[in-house]
């Protein structure tokens, strides 16, 4: 998913969006997510970024007045912070600097469209944790995140939820009501590198290279019978793996 932002859409309107049933607190259960407070004044991009944390297995507070989302910090918390700083009410920066102020060092990361730099140093200067100059790709953002988590010694879902199933990239497993499938490692290999693309088509190509690895010399149809048998494991949970000829296979997941 790419992010990409022309202008930012003011707004003087903060919600609290309603927690996914799946999407639990981390301090509650470490294995399935973390809390995190998106603070974004773009309700555009502020939904495509919970969107993704969400599916991902998150709890996601969901806010777009800086005012308010100080006081839901100073209230509630949260493992990790997403903040914009041009917001209304109250400047990211100042939220950032009334959370260092009463000793919360929840880790947080700037979302900007300035690029000047001292706008980033003042930001860093502040307490920040890590910046992301707009517009960006959401795979960084993650990437981000998981990195300020491991220095915090937090625990940052590596999971997928795939309709009734939940696809654990750390075990490599596919879970079903929390009990592993039994699923070959190159099924699991080629079950990765779908879902790192899915929606979009994986050439055999690049499945070749991910499972056997570079330099390979196995032929394209040498993935076929994996992807075969993944296909009829799969289907009975609503995930199809579909076939576009000479390009290669899409995953897509019933809503």
């Known amino acids: 998913m790419y992010v990409h932002i022309k202008g930012m859409i003011p707004s ?20 399935i997510g973390m809390r ?5 004044d773009n309700e555009a991009l502020a939904q495509g970024i919970a969107f993704r944390l969400r599916d991902r297995g998150h709890a996601v507070d969901l806010l777009h007045d800086g005012h308010e989302a100080d006081a839901f910090l100073s209230r ?20 950032l600097r009334a959370l260092r102020r009463r000793g919360d060092g929840t880790p947080v990361i700037l979302l900007t469209a300035r690029s000047e730099t001292s706008e980033r140093v003042a930001g860093l200067d502040a307490g920040a944790d890590d910046y992301l100059t707009k517009p960006f790709e959401m795979d960084e953002l993650e ?39 039994d699923i070959p490692r190159k099924e699991i290999s080629t079950l ?13 190509a690049h499945l070749i290279t991910q499972i056997y690895g ?16 993944l296909r009829k494991r799969l289907e009975p949970y609503g995930l199809r793996i579909k076939t576009a000829r000479g390009l290669g296979y899409m995953l897509e997941v019933d809503p």
């Open 192 to 204: 990765e590198c779908l879902l790192e693309r899915r929606g979009r088509i994986v050439s055999k």
């Open 143 to 181: 990437a981000r995140l998981r990195a300020m988590a491991r220095r915090k010694n937090l625990e940052f879902a590596a999971r997928d939820r795939l309709g009734p199933l939940v696809f654990d990239r750390t075990a490599r497993q596919v879970l079903k009501d929390d009990r592993p499938l």
């Open 214 to 229: 570079t330099g390979s010399d196995a032929e394209d149809s040498a993935i076929e019978p994996h992807v075969s048998r």
């Open 36 to 40: 995190i407070a998106v603070i974004e």
């Open 76 to 95: 509630e918390g949260a493992d990790l912070v997403v903040l914009d700083l041009n917001l209304p009410g109250m400047d990211g920066i100042d939220i």
């Open 12 to 31: 003087s309107n903060s919600c609290i969006l309603p927690y996914q049933p799946c999407a639990k607190l981390a301090h509650h259960d470490k294995d």
